[in-house]
């Protein structure tokens, strides 16, 4: 009983030593707050697969989200700020990233990919719906299948 309780101990104990403390960031104004967090959920954690930066819990989205409010602090403003990230990181930063040239496969893809599952789901069905010309069977198959019926009824 001695060895579960220090197990159970050392877990406790160990889950804390583990626990990243939670940064808070004081802001002046609420809006310079709600700036704040619309921008953390528009901004995508670079080292996360599909967290906003607000979500993520790793150190580069932690360095974001303080550089984020120095800059609002600073006075910056929305567009500034996004501006700033895209010019360091590129558009892959965004979660609506603009639609131009290096973007439009990202845009269009989606609908791409459909577009060609509906191709091929309709040249699949018309392609099951002919019926070939040499699938009539002959005089002597269709005995044939008569008598295997018969069998069949007589086996039951």
Same mark, same amino acid.
């Given at each position: ?5 220090l ?8 889950t ?9 960031f004081?802001?002046?104004?609420p ?11 528009e901004?995508?954690c ?19 989200? +303080? =550089? #984020?409010?120095e800059?609002?602090? /600073?006075?910056?403003?929305?567009? $500034? ?10 558009d ?36 099951q ?5 040499? +699938? =009539? #069977?002959s005089?002597?198959?269709? /005995?044939?299948l008569?008598?295997? $019926? ?7």
């Open positions: 009983m001695k060895k579960y309780i197990i159970v101990c050392g877990l406790l104990l160990t804390q030593v583990l626990a990243d403390p939670v940064v808070t004081k802001f002046d104004t809006e310079r707050e709600a700036l704040f967090h619309k921008l953390g959920n901004l995508r670079l080292v996360c697969q599909n967290q906003s930066i607000a979500d993520s819990n790793a150190g580069l989205a932690k360095d974001l989200r +303080t =550089e #984020i409010y800059m609002i602090e /600073a006075g910056k403003s929305e567009s $500034q700020i996004i501006d700033f990230m895209v010019a360091r990181y590129g892959y930063v965004l979660y609506r990233p603009p639609f131009k040239l290096q973007t439009a496969l990202l845009w269009l893809g989606p609908m791409l990919v459909f577009l060609l599952g509906v191709f091929f789901a309709l040249k699949l069905i018309r392609g719906r002919k019926v070939p010309a040499d +699938t =009539e #069977i005089a002597s198959e269709r /005995a044939r008569h008598d295997l $019926q018969a069998q069949s009824r007589d086996l039951k």
